[in-house]
Nanobody
Framework: QAQLVESGGGLVQPGGSLRLSCATS????????MGWYRQAPGKQRELVAG???????NYSDSVKGRFTISRDNAKSTVYLQMNSLKPEDTAVYYC?????????WGQGTQVTVSS
């Protein structure tokens, strides 16, 4: 059974940093495209960053240059390093694993950027 467990969220001041982690189990991690999505209150869930099995990343324009996605295939874990955080980055962040017709989500972790 696939499990994705996010951690690392919290309250941070504008300009601060957080590192999210998503530990997976029950999947062959190396095959999967991994992604981080976020959903702010009253808004649709949006893709923040993704990383292919070969390590190739992509980012939304809103986080490019501030966020870095990475993966450790040996640990079956994907990370999101978030720097220069802004109040508009406040949202629940979700980890996603996708391969062929398989698509799994974590339970989400809250990130709040506020002074």
């Amino acid at each position: 059974q696939a499990q994705l467990v996010e951690s690392g969220g919290g309250l941070v001041q504008p300009g601060g940093s957080l590192r999210l982690s998503c530990a997976t189990s029950g999947i062959y991690f190396g095959n999967y495209i991994m992604g981080w999505y976020r959903q702010a209150p009253g808004k649709q869930r949006e893709l923040v960053a993704g990383i292919r099995s070969n390590g190739s990343p992509n980012y939304s324009d809103s986080v490019k240059g501030r966020f870095t996605i990475s993966r450790d295939n040996a640990k079956s874990t994907v990370y999101l390093q978030m720097n220069s955080l802004k109040p508009e980055d406040t949202a629940v962040y979700y980890c996603n694993a996708r391969w062929l017709d398989l698509n799994y989500w974590g339970q989400g972790t809250q990130v709040t950027v506020s002074s």
